[in-house]
């Protein structure tokens, strides 16, 4: 047994060792316990906040949710697997709309049962062939398997700039509402998607705006000829990347032009090699004058923030949009390979040091993740359920994992940067994975392949812990 729970707790363990501990029950949790639960593999989950959804829910402390977030890839390309969203909800629906569809699905499959709210993970360590999970009202129980879900944007990322600052500096994690620039001078340090949205609520509601930037983006609107951009492209010919990318720069300058006269940098890189930013509002704010691009930060000076041109504006709030650093705090560090602030993961949820130590969301993506969390969550599932009913199959499977090393880039050659060492190319994801699937004989998604789980029999009930 682990020397230093029973140290720490002298406590006894509470056996739950033919269980699988989920944690978190955010999009990826939820996705996790459904794949879990139609092969009738038992589990808990546990939540710290006080119902699912995750990031999405602007009352989860620590969430990086603003009133003004809409989803970034489109409703009818972005739901779970045989869930489709609501029909009446637009192309890009709102945060608000997104947390209430991911609690209506934890509703439609009986997840909410088996779910432990305001209980946080305090600490996980190995013992043995199984796993010791500490509660945070002390309890420690022992799992077979433990489910890290706990997600991405948690943990800020905040850089330091050299010289005074009179005014507020802040990280976009703390930024909720626009009336917040109201009557400052905002500058947005970063431009992610995030922080392409945040610059353009300051754009309309600052006394003045600007945005600064290391580097050009690719911009590309939410729609081509009136259809979400990702249906136009998932609904045409997948061509390879060689023939995709000039076709698609082709098509970018017909609509949108030269995005360099709007004063912003141009890219250093070509279509695809890092996240663009599929953001047309922002070429609208830029083109009117409403927030103005400069370089990258030099230092601040008193009022100011000097530019590296050596220019300078007068600022009141500093808002950092520099993204997240991946972080699992409850299971020690060691536990995982960290490379660039992300956790190394076979197939982006395999732990290669650890068995049974999963994690499920750690990764970065060109399309909607949700869609990809139920075939992740369905690999784990089916592994778990060949340990105990197929272990020939399993150990070929564990067998694959550490020989093999597939190229998930779709021919891209990524930016180099932390945010793209663990990036995987759609598309080539789910090739390389159904491939698997029917190598290991695991059965396919199709429509209602799920629909079986749904009446609530013999299935795990609510935990008190």
Same mark, same amino acid.
């Given at each position: %047994?682990?020397?230093?729970?029973?140290?720490?707790?002298? &406590?006894? #363990?509470?056996?739950?060792?033919?269980? #699988?501990?989920?944690?978190?029950?955010?999009?990826?949790?939820?996705?996790?316990?459904?794949?879990?639960?139609?092969?009738?593999?038992?589990?808990?989950?546990?939540?710290?906040?006080?119902? @699912?959804?995750?990031?999405?829910?602007? &009352?989860?402390?620590?969430?990086? $949710?603003?009133?003004?977030?809409?989803?970034?890839?489109?409703?009818?390309?972005?739901?779970?697997?045989?869930? !489709? $969203? !609501?029909? /009446?909800?637009?192309?890009? !629906?709102s945060n608000r709309q997104i947390l209430a569809y991911t609690r209506s699905f934890a509703r439609a499959f009986g997840l909410y049962d088996?779910?432990?709210?305001?209980?946080?993970?305090?600490? @996980? /360590?190995?013992?043995?062939?199984?796993?010791?999970?500490?509660? &945070?009202?002390?309890?420690?129980?022992?799992?077979?398997? #433990? @489910?890290?879900?706990?997600?991405?944007?948690?943990?800020?990322?905040?850089?330091?700039?050299?010289g005074p600052f009179n005014g507020e500096i802040r990280h976009s994690v703390s930024y909720k509402h626009a009336d917040e620039f109201r009557n400052k001078r905002v500058l947005v340090i970063g431009l992610g998607n995030s922080g392409a949205d945040i610059a353009c609520d300051a754009a309309a509601n600052a006394d003045a705006a600007f945005v600064s930037v290391r580097r050009g983006y690719h911009f590309i609107p939410k729609h081509v000829f009136g259809i979400p951009v990702d249906e136009f492209a998932n609904n045409g010919p997948q061509l390879p990347m060689w023939l995709q990318r000039p076709a698609m720069t082709l098509l970018l300058r017909m609509?949108?032009?030269?995005?360099?006269?709007?004063? $912003?940098?141009?890219?250093?890189?070509?279509?695809?090699?890092t996240h663009p930013l599929l953001n047309s509002q922002l070429l609208h704010y830029l083109q009117h004058g409403d927030i103005k691009a400069k370089g990258d930060v030099k230092c601040f000076d008193g009022d100011d923030v000097v530019f590296a041109d050596g220019s300078?504006?007068?600022?009141?709030?500093?808002?950092?949009?520099?993204?997240?650093? %991946?972080?699992?705090?409850?299971? !020690?560090?060691?536990?995982?390979?960290?490379?660039?602030?992300?956790?190394?993961?076979?197939?982006?949820?395999f732990n290669p040091r650890h068995k049974?130590?999963?994690? @499920?969301?750690?990764?970065?993506?060109?399309?909607?993740?949700?869609?990809?969390?139920?075939?992740?969550?369905? %690999? #784990?599932a089916n592994y778990l359920h060949d340990q105990e009913h197929h272990p020939d199959n399993a150990r070929v499977f564990e067998r694959h994992l550490r020989e093999d090393r597939p190229d998930l880039s779709g021919g891209i050659k990524f930016v180099e940067s932390d945010r793209t060492k663990g990036y995987i190319e759609?598309?080539?994801?789910?090739?390389?994975i159904e491939k698997l699937r029917v190598r290991m004989g695991w059965p396919e998604l199709v429509p209602g392949f799920f629909d079986r789980v749904r009446p609530q029999v013999g299935m795990p009930v609510k935990i008190s812990a």
């Open positions: %047994m682990s020397s230093l729970l029973v140290s720490e707790l002298q &406590s006894q #363990v509470t056996d739950r060792s033919s269980a #699988v501990c989920i944690v978190g029950a955010g999009p990826a949790g939820l996705s996790v316990a459904r794949a879990l639960k139609r092969l009738g593999i038992p589990y808990e989950q546990f939540e710290r906040h006080s119902d @699912v959804g995750g990031i999405w829910d602007l &009352s989860n402390p620590g969430s990086p $949710m603003y009133h003004s977030a809409h989803f970034i890839s489109s409703r009818n390309t972005s739901g779970f697997y045989d869930f !489709p $969203m !609501p029909d /009446e909800y637009p192309d890009y !629906p088996a779910i432990c709210f305001q209980t946080a993970i305090e600490h @996980v /360590e190995k013992d043995g062939e199984s796993w010791l999970v500490r509660l &945070s009202g002390g309890e420690v129980r022992r799992y077979r398997a #433990v @489910v890290c879900s706990t997600g991405t944007n948690w943990h800020p990322r905040l850089p330091r700039h050299e609509v949108l032009g030269d995005t360099s006269r709007t004063g $912003m940098p141009k890219p250093d890189h070509k279509l695809f090699e300078r504006e007068q600022i009141d709030l500093v808002l950092y949009a520099t993204g997240y650093n %991946m972080a699992i705090p409850y299971v !020690p560090e060691a536990y995982f390979d960290w490379d660039g602030g992300r956790p190394k993961l076979n197939l982006t949820a049974n130590l999963f994690g @499920v969301g750690y990764l970065e993506t060109n399309s909607s993740a949700y869609t990809l969390f139920d075939r992740v969550s369905q %690999m #784990v759609i598309h080539a994801y789910k090739k390389y």
